[in-house]
């Protein structure tokens, strides 16, 4: 269980503070976010976005550039209401925090998140992305944000994914993270989950003989991804009733994950996009 603290204020000048070492250690290795269940996120709009949608904070920290910024000051009363520590700290000790030259006037650390497999409901116009061992932060977070802008109800981690929680994702996800629930998954209970879904499951797959255009996806949808490598396993191919395909006609031998998600969420979702 997650220690919970009075808000308050705290100024900190030392590289060597023990928060300072905690941070560090949290943007810097996955085993003590995993450990603490905890994880850090850079940028103002981060902090106001995880605010907004909830998420438990333990710190927030502020660089100098944040003192006089209404929004940040804003931010910094709404998490100290909810019990976190504020710190004020210079740009060096910022720096060392996020092991960046140029570091964001604000940082906080923040509760992870994350559904099981029992905790997934599909009903109505449901659609959740299933990502087979995903191993790109940069995709992962471009996928989670590519589902926030579809209306996407959540995002699946089958097996041995990246951490969603590692700085690189989070950043990428441009605040969706906050926004679009994540599952993580074993491959077992991923295919029990497939066997009873009441609407379509549709997997991109080499194999895949329909275009990604054709199917009706009856819903609730399940959209199945593979590994950036070496694709959809063919045990978890099968488990897709539908294998659908995107054409190429250049050069190129594949498209990125994350853009080829991009490519099918928008069929799949274009009745619900209309402008």
Request: hydrophobic share 45%; net charge neutral.
């Amino acid at each position: 269980m997650i220690e919970k603290r009075q808000g308050a204020v705290k100024q900190i000048t030392s590289h060597s503070n023990p928060i300072v070492k905690e941070i560090k250690g949290l943007v810097a290795q996955r085993k003590h976010r995993s450990q603490s269940g905890l994880f850090v996120a850079e940028g103002l709009k981060l902090a106001t976005d995880a605010l907004e949608a909830g998420w438990g904070i333990r710190y927030l920290a502020l660089g100098p550039d944040a003192r006089d910024n209404p929004v940040a000051q804003k931010a910094a009363a709404a998490a100290k209401a909810r019990g976190a520590l504020i710190l004020e700290v210079s740009t060096a000790v910022m720096s060392a925090m996020t092991r960046k030259d140029n570091p964001q006037m604000v940082v906080g650390v923040y509760e992870q998140q994350l559904l099981g497999p029992r905790d997934i409901e599909p009903s109505g116009t449901t659609l959740w992305v299933a990502l087979d061992r995903v191993r790109d932060p940069g995709n992962l977070g471009t996928i989670i944000r590519t589902v926030d802008a579809v209306g996407g109800a959540g995002v699946m981690l089958v097996g041995d994914c990246t951490d969603p929680f590692a700085v690189e994702a989070v950043r990428a996800t441009m605040g969706s993270l906050f926004h679009v629930p994540l599952a993580k998954l074993g491959k077992d209970e991923f295919k029990s989950l497939a066997a009873t879904w009441p609407g379509t499951v549709a997997a991109t797959h080499l194999k895949g003989s329909v275009d990604y255009r054709t199917p009706d996806y009856a819903e609730p949808v399940l959209l199945v991804m593979g590994n950036e490598q070496k694709g959809l396993e063919d045990d978890m191919a099968a488990a897709c009733p539908t294998l659908i395909r995107i054409p190429q006609v250049g050069q190129a031998d594949s498209l990125n994950l994350a853009v080829a998600t991009g490519v099918a969420l928008y069929e799949i979702r274009r009745k619900h996009l209309e402008l």
